[in-house]
Structures are given as structure tokens and as C-alpha cells.
């Protein structure tokens, strides 16, 4: 590692880029009491009619709760059905980072009219996103094309990527100082009891996916006398958070994109890339290659490539059109449906919002490496059996090693006081791999796993499956739950895989994406 140490210190890097500005928030199970003032509600701009937005005010650090004050957007649906009222619903899209201010109509019709009347549906933006405020936003630009190759061919190619994930960090800190120390999940979980609080509710009940899985396993633990039903759906493992959860990540898309080349070689009739996996997938990373000497018209390179392929590792439907989009690229020169593809799957470019609070709260919840040589040496090893994602997934982190916050020290996730929950997880998950589902269905005693075998899909409730759908909604409808068995309780069998177009017409027009083409916590 030598080496290694004296090109940090040459590129005035340094072993360690952490700038400790603070203790992260108070423990939000010991902060003082505070009820948010009652909040005003309208017709939600850009919504549905009968969707009402409002601001909750809650403390910045609820260890100070008569102290600057933040706001939260919420928005809600109330439920029609008063005989049946069964209270508020709330809902997170994951991420972290991800809007919800749009769930409710989402989530009625994926629920279905009569079952979604029962409640108050409930979207929000958590702490720093969308519309609550203030948005988070540290470098705009940063994802614009076309960005140095994620995948360095050289130590200098490498500590470039360091360079400049140090420079979101810096950029970061200068904007929202003192800020950043109240990102973490506790802050988030405290503010949904806020939420609750302004709705008038004794309990709630949740749906999370993705990370909000463990926002809601986090709000389960710090207020479990709150929670009235609870589902998490492609769940993070509470074990890894988080730098080791990233690598898993890395592991589990490298497998979905095996799959994918797999599955593009069965149907070579249809875009000619070859009849192995293997072959397919040598070319494509040949078009990656090519690309990272001439980016298609200046916008798509090596990674923009990369992100709009890592799309069909959250959902086998958008195969066809990722396909599609590499055969006509590779046999014919054409890059019109990859951008195509790349505008509607790759393109982060002008607005950082997410991934800023992403960077806030993953950086901000635990403690990560440090120094640059721990990161070095364990990506490189998860590159030799990963090279699909291992280092695009790097420079998403990375500013986390030069994060101006120290980490927090997260609740260890407990729901032994929850009485019933309901899981699902799928055996191939790519983004919250497997042992995860596993690993919090042992933290709640009390819960059921539903697991689809070999699927790949990332959010399996409300898609269309029966077997998955009849479980969720009878849960949500009287809390009915599964039979409990030893492991998962229940299997059900996965969505099939997708089938191309016509052969005939594959190549002369680029597959649209799929009504339901939503996936939770995608990046």
C-alpha cells in the first residue's frame, strides 16, 4: 500500500479527509417533547385533484426542539370509507432521497380503490428532499456528461475519482454547515412521528421499500408503540449499513447482469450479440470501451453507459429496450436508442438533490473508512468478481470518506414489542440483496417473509403478482399475516421474464418503457 499512501499525500488528499464538525443529532428516543403547529392544507400543486399538500414544522436537532426549525411536505388523500377508517398510511420510496409527495395517488391504484378508501394516504418528502425544506443540493453538475471513467486503469485515474468525491464533500460542508449533522435516518424516523402527531393519530401504519425499509424498521424501534401495521418490501440488511452493504450491492447486480446478458443470448435471433452469455457480455463492455474513446454525441461514455444499464438490474421488463439499445449500438453503429435509453434510465445530469441527501444521510448514519487505502484495497478485490458496478458504486460513496459529519451511531434495529409485520424480498434482489430480508425478519419476532424465488425485481407489492398482491392487501385490509413456518413462510414464484419484440421489427424501433416501470430507492 505504500504506493498508495504516497500518492495521497502528493495529491494533498491525505490518509483522512473527515472534517469533524459535530456530534450527529441527539438520540431522537431521548429528545424533548415537541407537537408541531397544525398544519395547512391545500390542493397539492401538480397532483391529482383530492390530493392536499402541507408543511409539518419540525427542530432541526430535536436535542434542541425550541431551536431552528425545517420543514416537511407531506401530502394526503383522505380516506372515503369512514365505516371502514383504518387511520393514516404512510409510504416511502427509499433511497435515501427519494420524493414521496406523489404516493398517494400511486399507491391507490397499486392497493386498489375500495382498500386504499380505508385510509388517509400519506406521502412526504423527508428532511432535506424535494419540496421540503430547505432541499438539499451541493453540486448540481455532478452528474453531467461525460464524467472520467468510473473504472480506473491507473492510480491516477483513481485518486482523480478520490479528488473530486472530496470535492462534493467540501462542497457540501461550505453550503449547509451545522445542517448535515441532523441527516441521519433517527432524524428522519423522529420526523415521521412528528407527521403522525399532525395528522391527529394515535398510530400509523407504513409501507417502505428500499431504504425505506429501514427507515421504517429504525421508526419501529425508536416508537413501537406508534406502529399499527408494517411493511417492508426489498429490505435493507440492518447489519451492513453501510459500506458493506454497498459492496454486497456489488456483488448482487453483477449476478443480475450476468442474467441479462443471458438472457439477451437466448434471444441472439433478435439482436444478433451472440449465443452465449459470455460473448454478450464481452460485447458490451467492447461498446463501453468504444464509447469511452467517442461518447455518443458528446453525452453518453463509459459510465453514463454503466448507469443506464444498471437500470435492468432493478426490473428484468426494461430488457427489451436495454437490448435493444446495445444490439443496434454494436451491429450497426446506431446510438439513437441509446440515448434514448440513457435519457430515460441514465441521466442525473442538472439536479443533485437526491444523491446530496443520499450522500447526508448514508455518510452521516455510521462511521465509514476514512483512510483511502481500506476503500482501494477492498474495491479492487470486489472488482476482480464484480466489475459491473463495483466502481461506479465507489464514486457514489465516496464522499463519504471526506464527509464533514462524523457518523452517527445508529440504533441497533429491534421489533420485539412490534405485534405483526409483513416482509417480501426476492432471492435476486440486486440493490437490497437477500440475506437482508432474512436478517430483518429475525430482528421481528412477530413478522412473516414472503419470499419470491428468483424474480430479480426490486419492489415486488402491488406489480401484479396474485400471490404476492393477496398477501400484502389482505395484511393491509385486517392484518391477517401467513401461517408462520421456520425461514421464509411463504414462496411465491417470480415474474416471468420478459419476451423481445418481434425479430422482424427489434431493430427498427426502440422498445418504450413499461407503464409500471417505478422501482423503489432507485439510484
Known amino acids: 500500500m505504500k504506493k498508495i499512501l504516497t500518492a495521497l499525500a502528493t495529491a494533498g488528499l491525505g490518509l483522512s479527509g473527515v472534517l469533524v464538525a459535530g456530534p450527529a443529532s441527539a438520540s431522537a428516543q431521548h429528545a424533548p417533547e415537541y407537537t408541531p403547529p397544525a398544519p395547512q392544507w391545500a390542493q397539492c400543486e401538480g397532483l391529482p385533484t ?12 430535536y436535542g434542541r426542539p425550541k431551536g431552528q426549525k425545517i420543514k416537511i411536505a407531506v401530502s394526503r388523500k383522505k380516506a372515503t370509507d369512514t365505516a371502514h377508517y383504518q387511520g393514516a398510511l404512510l409510504f416511502n420510496p427509499g433511497g435515501p432521497g427519494g420524493s414521496g409527495l406523489a404516493y398517494p395517488a400511486v399507491m391507490e391504484s397499486r392497493l386498489g380503490t375500495a382498500l386504499a378508501a380505508q385510509y388517509d394516504l400519506i406521502g412526504f418528502d423527508p428532511r432535506g428532499v424535494g419540496s421540503s425544506e430547505p432541499a438539499l443540493s451541493c453540486d448540481a453538475h455532478f452528474f453531467d456528461p461525460v464524467r472520467p471513467d468510473y473504472n480506473p486503469s491507473n492510480l491516477a485515474e483513481e485518486l482523480s475519482w478520490v479528488k473530486r468525491s472530496k470535492g462534493y464533500a467540501d462542497a457540501c460542508r461550505r453550503t449547509y454547515g451545522d445542517l448535515l449533522n441532523h441527516m441521519t435516518t433517527v432524524d428522519a424516523a423522529t420526523d415521521m412521528d412528528q407527521i403522525r402527531k399532525a395528522l391527529g393519530q394515535q398510530q400509523i401504519s407504513y409501507v417502505g421499500y428500499s431504504y425505506g425499509t429501514y427507515l421504517g424498521a429504525t421508526y419501529a424501534t425508536l416508537f413501537p408503540n406508534q406502529v399499527r401495521r408494517l411493511v417492508l418490501d426489498s429490505i435493507v440488511n440492518p447489519d451492513r449499513v453501510w459500506y458493506d452493504a454497498n459492496i454486497d450491492q456489488n456483488h448482487a447486480f453483477e ?7 443471458a438472457w439477451i443470448a437466448k434471444y441472439d435471433s433478435t439482436y444478433h450479440l451472440g449465443t452465449a452469455d459470455a460473448v454478450v457480455e464481452k460485447a458490451y463492455y467492447a461498446a463501453r470501451a468504444k464509447l469511452k474513446a467517442t461518447p455518443a454525441e458528446g453525452r453518453v461514455g463509459p459510465d453514463e453507459l454503466d448507469d443506464t444499464y444498471l437500470a435492468g438490474g432493478y426490473l428484468k421488463s426494461r430488457w427489451p429496450l436495454l437490448a435493444n439499445a446495445l444490439s443496434k449500438y454494436v451491429t450497426a453503429s446506431d446510438a439513437s436508442a441509446l440515448l434514448d435509453a440513457y435519457a430515460t434510465y441514465g ?17 452521516s448514519d455510521v ?4 483512510n483511502w487505502t481500506t476503500w482501494h484495497r477492498d474495491m479492487w478485490q470486489s472488482y476482480r468478481t464484480a466489475p459491473f458496478l463495483t466502481w461506479g458504486n465507489t ?28 416482509f417480501f424480498q ?35 407489492t402491488g406489480r401484479g403478482n396474485a400471490c404476492i398482491d393477496d398477501i400484502w392487501k389482505a395484511y393491509l385490509t385486517d392484518g391477517t399475516l401467513p401461517a408462520g413456518k421456520p425461514g421464509p413462510d411463504v414462496h411465491c414464484a417470480p415474474f416471468a421474464d420478459p419476451v423481445p419484440p418481434a425479430a422482424a421489427s427489434a431493430l427498427t424501433k426502440s422498445a418504450t418503457p413499461q407503464a409500471d416501470d417505478w422501482v423503489p430507492g432507485e439510484r
Open 395 to 422: 464514486w457514489y460513496n465516496a464522499q463519504c470518506a471526506f464527509w464533514p459529519t462524523r457518523g452517527g451511531h445508529a440504533p441497533r434495529i429491534n421489533g420485539n414489542k412490534i405485534k405483526n409485520a409483513l
Open 426 to 460: 426476492d432471492t435476486k434482489d440486486g440493490a437490497t440483496p437477500y440475506e437482508g430480508g432474512v436478517v430483518m425478519h429475525s430482528r421481528f419476532p412477530n413478522s412473516r417473509l414472503v419470499v419470491m424465488d428468483g424474480g430479480g425485481n426490486h419492489g415486488l
Open 255 to 261: 449476478g443480475r447482469a450476468k442474467d441479462f446478458f
Open 367 to 370: 462511521n465509514w473508512p476514512s
Open 50 to 61: 383530492g390530493i392536499d399538500c402541507a408543511m409539518v414544522e419540525v427542530p432541526l436537532d
Open 347 to 363: 441521466d442525473s445530469s442538472g439536479d443533485d438533490n437526491g444523491f446530496a441527501v443520499y450522500a447526508a444521510v448514508e455518510c
